[in-house]
């Protein structure tokens, strides 16, 4: 998961969880947009299921009507994890390097915060491992669209930019202490629905506050 936390410390495989406001913001902007987060979802950067964490909770008691399954895969082991999904949840926890990991099947949503240096990686095999029609969406710093070597990418594969109104914290920094991200972040799509037209910005709203915790249940992942 990218981040660039001022003096920030450097976790294992850049492992940084998502502020759940930032996961808000852009769901209710796929509601607002008349967009259900439906069907088969994949988080391929699950960590301690903070993404997944607020899928469920959006849709408060109607997730079971909704949410056919979320599969979450993360290369470190979070199966221990104490988490806050619903017991019942349809989600399936696998511990794999998703760059190495064969393909099972195609998703109508892919949702993640990627590692910073292995963002491209990871986009690349989600364009292969999305349905058509749906839906690829990742969070990272808007530095991200600035590189020479990503220049050719970027032609390739325009997206829809959901900018976040603050910087969000990933974290403590080196002096234990919380901080804000040194980086401005875009929740970057690829997507037909054309309310996400590539090559298009606007900025997110966003609703402040916490949610209550629920126990999780982590299941092993029915495709293997």
Same mark, same amino acid.
């Given at each position: 998961?990218?981040?660039?936390?001022?003096?920030?410390?450097?976790?294992?495989?850049?492992?940084?969880?998502?502020?759940?406001?930032?996961?808000?913001?852009?769901?209710?902007?796929?509601?607002?947009?008349?967009?259900?987060?439906?069907?088969?979802?994949?988080?391929?950067?699950?960590?301690?299921?903070?993404?997944?964490?607020?899928?469920?909770?959006?849709?408060?008691?109607?997730?079971?009507?909704?949410?056919? /399954?979320?599969?979450?895969?993360?290369? =470190?082991?979070?199966?221990?994890?104490?988490? @806050?999904? *619903?017991? $019942?949840?349809? +989600?399936?926890?696998?511990?794999?390097? /998703?760059?190495?990991?064969?393909?099972? =099947?195609?998703?109508?949503?892919?949702?993640? @915060?990627? *590692?910073? $240096?292995?963002? +491209?990686?990871?986009?690349?095999?989600?364009?292969?491992?999305?349905?058509?029609?749906?839906?690829?969406?990742?969070?990272?710093?808007?530095?991200?669209?600035?590189?020479?070597?990503?220049?050719?990418?970027?032609?390739?594969?325009?997206?829809?930019?959901?900018?976040?109104?603050?910087?969000?914290?990933?974290?403590?920094?080196?002096?234990?202490?919380?901080?804000?991200?040194?980086?401005?972040?875009?929740?970057?799509?690829?997507?037909?629905?054309?309310?996400?037209?590539?090559?298009?910005?606007?900025?997110?709203?966003?609703?402040?506050?916490?949610?209550?915790?629920?126990?999780?249940?982590?299941?092993?992942?029915?495709?293997?």
């Amino acid at each position: 998961m990218s981040a660039k936390n001022r003096g920030a410390k450097v976790t294992p495989f850049e492992a940084y969880n998502t502020p759940s406001w930032c996961v808000r913001a852009f769901l209710n902007d796929l509601h607002k947009n008349g967009i259900n987060l439906s069907g088969s979802i994949l988080e391929p950067c699950s960590g301690q299921f903070a993404i997944t964490l607020e899928m469920l909770h959006y849709f408060d008691d109607n997730w079971e009507e909704l949410v056919t /399954y979320i599969n979450c895969i993360d290369i =470190q082991d979070f199966s221990h994890e104490e988490g @806050n999904l *619903p017991q $019942s949840a349809p +989600v399936f926890y696998t511990q794999a390097d /998703y760059l190495t990991a064969s393909k099972t =099947q195609e998703y109508d949503f892919i949702i993640t @915060n990627p *590692p910073f $240096s292995l963002a +491209v990686p990871f986009l690349e095999k989600a364009f292969k491992e999305v349905k058509e029609g749906g839906m690829v969406a990742m969070l990272l710093p808007i530095s991200f669209q600035g590189s020479g070597e990503r220049e050719q990418f970027h032609k390739e594969h325009p997206c829809c930019h959901r900018f976040l109104p603050r910087r969000p914290s990933f974290g403590l920094n080196k002096n234990e202490k919380p901080g804000s991200d040194s980086m401005t972040y875009s929740w970057m799509v690829w997507s037909s629905h054309p309310a996400y037209k590539p090559n298009t910005w606007e900025l997110l709203e966003v609703e402040y506050g916490r949610r209550s915790k629920r126990k999780l249940l982590v299941r092993s992942n029915p495709t293997g």
